[in-house]
Nanobody, 122 residues
Framework: VQLQASGGGLVQAGGSLRLSCAAS????????MGWFRQAPGKEREFVAA????????HYADSVKGRFTISRDNAKNTVYMQMNSLKPEDTAVYYC????????????????WGQGTQVTVSS
């Protein structure tokens, strides 16, 4: 599976962005998909994840109520709608895929996209 993240950019605090992650491969619909982020000088951290069916989602406490993860298996794409953005959301955002249940850890994910920069100004 190859992943291509897009949709990042510069936005003012309180604004919104929608990230997309396009996947190649016929087995996309069988993978759990996750979004992680990494700010300068910090470790990569879990943001959100969604099961293959879209029936279960998990969120980090820091984004719960502001971010929404979704997927369209017909388009081999996972999305993350980010609302009420804060300066502390500034990071490179990565999408990832794994052939298993949702995990909030980095290591269980087998495939990673290249990352897209999100910058939130105050």
């Amino acid at each position: 599976v190859q992943l291509q993240a897009s949709g990042g950019g510069l936005v003012q605090a309180g604004g919104s962005l929608r990230l997309s992650c396009a996947a190649s491969g016929r087995t996309f619909s069988s993978y759990t998909m996750g979004w992680f982020r990494q700010a300068p000088g910090k470790e990569r951290e879990f943001v959100a994840a969604i099961t293959w069916s879209g029936g279960t989602t998990h969120y980090a406490d820091s984004v719960k109520g502001r971010f929404t993860i979704s997927r369209d298996n017909a388009k081999n794409t996972v999305y993350m709608q980010m609302n009420s953005l804060k300066p502390e959301d500034t990071a490179v955002y990565y999408c990832a895929a794994r052939a298993g249940t949702i995990s909030r850890s980095v290591r269980p994910y087998d495939y990673w996209g290249q990352g897209t920069q999100v910058t939130v100004s105050s």
